[in-house]
């Protein structure tokens, strides 16, 4: 998968002593755009970036701290190694068929002459970016670190404007703020009152990774990291004074921030930036600084759309996970067979079937079953060991009936792991489970991970957690099953290393239109944030977005942020190789036409051209399919109407080409009007701009295919 | 197995309400001779317990502590049931072919008004002592238990002698103290000087169970739990001036003793008592008190000795566990394939060949290997979230042709799996470690658990670590293979129900005679305390005591506090279906007369009859082996001289027989003469009685067969 590799043994031979008082490096990123300055003035090592001459980060520490060494200072500069890279490599999916991985590389051996220690720290400077980790080598004098934390800063210029949710130690799934630096506390506590979860970072102020920020001079800036491998998650403290920030990593229970052994390396600390916003999305540094490919033939991995049991749980009209309503008056009751069935168990094998007869009838790949094993009359985390028995289903489910008839029809099944944060018991059963998947004819899991960890010293992103993810995908990849995780820490492209792990959900997703609802912007935010690790399982194609709809449901007045064509354009603007279409079969029967966009869409991509970005505001985007001669656009807007201009430049030339627009009605409106939309096509070709009207949050879909000349 | 299912549930029919002022009940043994009360004054439940009329536990509150309840006082007795069961069990080894289970049961259901809550203490009274639980049912005002403690007392009539080691969450690897209540803290101080741990157990004065008391009016308890299945291990609090003791449960690092739902059954408390400290030592209340067999078809669970890879990396002449010493140089480095040998890693293939040759002509049946597998070079515990590979040999032994030998020769091979501590690791590897092991031919493994627990959230004795135990038996019984744990928690019984847990180690083990010494009266009072829980692994045979022996050795002035006549002893004192004959074959080579004993000696026994014993000071037991017309003798003493005194009436009449003795020689003497024994054959017959002389530190084994008339 990889190839032209260039130059990069040939430069490692530039490494040189230095004297230790020369301390200051200087490089610039290949297109000369960017420039980091790296000094170690008074034996502390700093780094400090620039855009086009203007400051990303200004001067900024670095350092670790351990109980058995202080590596924040008493440095000197004894090696200096630069290189140069380009090359590329072809991702099992995603965004483009071919990612260029360009930089140039400056590593710094740092010695503190006192303790003879020494740290790499290596930069690596990207035309979108900066990514730089350290690196501990094996040492005589530096074996074992209980690590408390990172010196890590990223002092910022002013007080930009920041797009991001609160720091905590278990969730992602919080409304985004939007508000300057030093405002932030304040909005962040009044979105704070939609909160479903406990904050609980220790501290002040901090927030959580990627964070979106955008400067009064222009630049947009991207903090994250990439390659979050046996290491705590990072949130950031908030200086909202001097926006400074930086990194607090999660603690496990008893403080530590992780348990480390030279040799070993850091994550990669993750800074995009460009101008342009549109650079922000398109920018694959994450990827690019992450391992790749760890399984040897990942052809079994396959991009899919899916339905599901699952959104009429969320509708307020009565459906439930659990097969009774006996555990209400019988707290305590774990003898499944002695259950009553409450007949509003979703996962029955009728209407499991009616499932798969939609999937089967429209092309969807596969159905997802949630609420299908025993263990929902009583799973709260955290207070038992044993939720969930992930072999046994109940009664009203027949997997063998199931599988044979899905598998009849053509259609894949998504089993459902919901762990209940009982990722130790998870890790009991997980072979068991994983072979009972393969048995019963099932390659997909999604794995749920609500409430509090066991090992009750963990928390979802602490460092023993992070490794149990990957252990996860890791033995999934052995039975060739694919894993999309809910509730997990949020990712730093470890997808390109485990393909298998096709999505994650790690943010507020569909689910919360339920649940008091996403605002319009959520999704023009959730690219320029969440995304930029990897895919999400957001759970887009909702039609039916007011509850009142349902007759008897319990939740009045809930409504989702968003028109009918938006829900279509997310599929595009929000990039998965997973992707549900959530609603349920009868609404999309209601609306046939609309639904012909979620059959068509493609999942896999040959190339894709950021067209329109602002955060929080707006996302144009157009896609070529990657194994078809079809093109997709996605534009989204917040509560705000907009047109959507959508040069067609990226079509080839040579060949005329029709369009199919599915846009907001004339008078649709997220909150009033939200179902009114308008399908039409039209003849176009690569000089001509499409102008599409968006409503008040929402958004339009077109598919472009050649037509005959 | 069981047989003799008498009465039970006819009795279930006198469950009766009672007014609740009624609280006071009483309740005899089947003999008559213990006595218990139970009373609910003020809404407080109490017990006391007497045995022939005199104080064994007076009035002691009970009740259980929660954060959601509770449950201490504000109870009347609502309901009382009595039953008697008198019903016998044949275990798949031990002490006995047939287990007399004979109790009178009263269970008191207790109401808090209030609350509505409800509690069932259930006690069984058993001619041997006293079991108690707690029960709590399914009820609406009762799910989710956060255990904070019990209020459970026992609290003692005086200033007994003890006989204890001190409080502790992770080890039970201390000296014995020996003293007064009152006196308790400053020798377990004294003793402490001889730590290799640190006490850990928070608060004031606590120690570990089983707990052996003496009082001066002549009774001898033991106190301890039964059947510790998802729950804390008990310590006792001792309040030392009132001589009151009061459960400690173990907590995690959070503080939280115990996470349950309702319905659930606390361990039993146990109290064993008699004023005959023979009647300790043959007690099987504990057992009795534990589940049956929970493996259908146990047959392949066999009692076996062992010779092994293991004592030579204690002598001090050097050979290594690690197959390198390269990691003292260079810490961290954790590339096995690089490691250069240090020629003295024992578990090389050509030294277990050795060990296979001389099991295989001695007719031992096993060889355990340690330090076959890659880790020793770096497996400080805690630090790091894998230590070991259980799939990985050494690249110097040849797993295969090992076992191809092995199997060649007829011998047994014991796997080794030491953990480092970090079960969580130990359950990733576990199912593939289990299938490796049987790939290869072993069906027998010891674990270890040295150092500090990951999840590291976990004590060795918490809730969590508890049932990580049974979880390895559970799994080991799937593979057919039997387990011998060392450093888990001390043992409640369980072997009963998981009888492929042959052995535990659990307390202060053989190895100590390397590191400071086990004191002679250490093996009179282990079988009074720790072995009440089940058989130890306790590595006897050491015929070369005095480690000065090993020229160019590390351990000048160590030595074993024992005899070599005593070591043979043990094997009948210390009663384990898994029993080592742990020293060098070579040093067995040099006394192959007195290793006789240990080729004939049976593991598992028909009957036992326990002829002379006193905590500390001097234990003889006869048994008879289970399939075979042999018997078995074994008398130790402490530090002081002594004469057993051993009349034959066990034996059957109308037979004559042989008896061999291995006796200290005449000018025996632990620390200066151990190596003196003498070895002579005497004609017997049932009305006679051996006298056999024992030195200071000694002991004497003895096997009688019968003989043609």
């Known amino acids: 998968m990889k190839k032209n590799l260039i130059t990069t043994a040939a430069l490692l031979l530039l490494t040189a002593v230095l004297p230790s008082e020369a301390g200051a490096q200087q490089m610039n990123s290949p297109s000369g755009e960017l420039s980091l300055n790296v ?55 995603g965004e483009y068929a071919e990612v260029r991985d360009h930089f140039h590389e400056m590593a710094l051996t740092l010695e503190q002459e006192e303790t003879g220690r020494v740290v790499t720290v290596r930069f690596r400077l990207f035309d979108d970016g900066l990514g730089f980790r350290y690196e501990v080598p094996e040492q005589e004098h530096l074996n074992y670190l209980t690590l408390r934390g990172e010196r890590t800063e990223f002092n910022l210029s002013g007080d930009h404007l920041a797009y991001c949710i609160p720091g905590d130690y278990d969730s992602n799934e919080f409304a985004y703020s939007t508000a300057r630096i030093s405002g932030l506390e304040d909005e962040i506590e009044r979105r704070l009152a939609l909160k479903t979860y406990e904050t609980k970072a220790e501290g002040g102020l901090s927030v959580q990774t990627p964070l979106m920020l955008r400067s009064d001079d222009g630049l947009y800036i991207n903090i994250h990291e990439a390659a979050l491998v046996h290491y705590a998650a990072m949130l950031l403290d908030v200086d909202d004074v001097n926006f400074r920030l930086k990194a607090h990593l999660v603690p496990d229970k008893n403080g530590v921030r992780g348990y480390l052994q030279a040799p070993f390396n850091s994550p990669w600390r993750t800074v995009i930036v460009s101008d342009d916003a549109r650079d922000i999305l398109a920018s694959q540094l994450i990827y690019n600084l992450n391992e790749p490919c760890a399984i040897e033939d990942p052809s079994w991995v396959k991009p899919q759309k899916f339905v599901g049991v699952w959104w ?50 429209h092309g969807i790949d596969a159905v997802l079953v949630e609420g299908w094993n025993e263990g929902w009359e009583d799973w709260a985390s955290y207070r038992k060991d044993r939720h969930f028995l992930f072999t046994k289903p109940y009664p009203d489910f027949d997997i063998d009936a199931v599988s044979a008839y899905a598998a009849e029809k053509g259609v894949n099944m998504i089993m459902h792991h919901e762990t209940a944060s009982n990722a130790a018991d998870y890790e009991r059963q997980l072979e068991d489970a994983f072979q009972y998947m393969v048995d019963h004819g099932y390659h997909s899991v999604k794995t749920g991970y609500v409430g509090y960890i066991i090992p009750r010293s963990e928390y979802h992103s602490s460092q ?35 393909p298998n792990w096709v999505a994650q959900e790690s943010a507020r997703g569909g689910e919360f239109e339920s649940m008091g609802g996403n605002d319009p912007d959520h999704t023009c935010i959730l690219p320029f944030t969440r995304l930029k690790g990897g895919p999400m399982d957001y759970t887009p194609g909702l039609f039916q977005t007011k509850l009142d709809y349902y007759e008897g449901g319990s939740k009045p007045g809930e409504q989702a942020g968003t028109t009918l064509a ?96 599915y846009a907001d009605g004339e008078d649709a409106d997220w909150k009033d009007n939200p179902q009114s939309y308008r399908i039409y096509t039209k003849k176009v070709k690569p000089s001509a701009t499409l102008r599409i009207p968006l409503a008040p949050g929402g958004g339009a879909a077109v598919v472009i295919r050649p037509v005959e000349k």
């Not at 990957?470 to 290393?497: K, N, W």
């Not at 493609?602 to 144009?620: C, F, H, K, V």
Request: aromatic letters at 12%; hydrophobic letters at 40%.
């Open 39 to 93: 000094g170690c003035a008074g034996g502390t090592v700093t780094y400090e970036l620039t855009y086009k001459g203007l400051p990303v980060i200004i001067p900024s520490r670095l350092g670790l701290v351990s109980d058995e060494a202080d590596l924040t200072g008493g440095f000197s500069v004894v090696a200096v190694s630069r290189d140069t890279v380009d090359r590329s490599w072809s991702p099992v999916w």
């Open 312 to 361: 009429e749980m969320f509708t307020g009209a009565g459906a439930t996970w659990a097969y009774s309503d006996y555990w209400k008056a019988r707290p305590g009751v774990t003898d499944y067979s002695a259950l009553k069935p409450n007949g509003r168990h979703a996962a029955n094998t009728e209407n499991v079937k009616r499932y798969i007869d939609f999937a089967a009838e």
């Open 464 to 498: 023993w957690m992070n490794d149990h993810y990957i252990h996860v995908a890791r033995t999934a990849a052995e039975y060739e099953i694919m894993v999309d995780s809910h509730e997990a820490v949020r990712p730093t492209g470890l997808m390109r290393t485990w």
């Open 566 to 661: 938006r829900q279509l354009a997310l599929y595009v603007t929000m990039p998965s190789p997973l992707q549900m279409a959530c609603d349920l079969p009868e609404n999309y029967e209601r609306f046939m036409d609309a639904f012909q966009f979620i059959k068509d869409v493609a999942l896999n991509w040959e190339n894709s051209w950021y067209l329109e970005a602002e955060p929080g505001d707006y996302i144009t985007v157009a896609r070529k399919a990657r194994d078809a001669q079809e093109w997709f656009v996605g534009a989204v807007t917040d509560e705000n109407a907009r047109e959507a201009v959508i040069p067609l430049s990226f079509l080839p030339e040579g060949q005329k080409y029709e369009a199919t627009v």
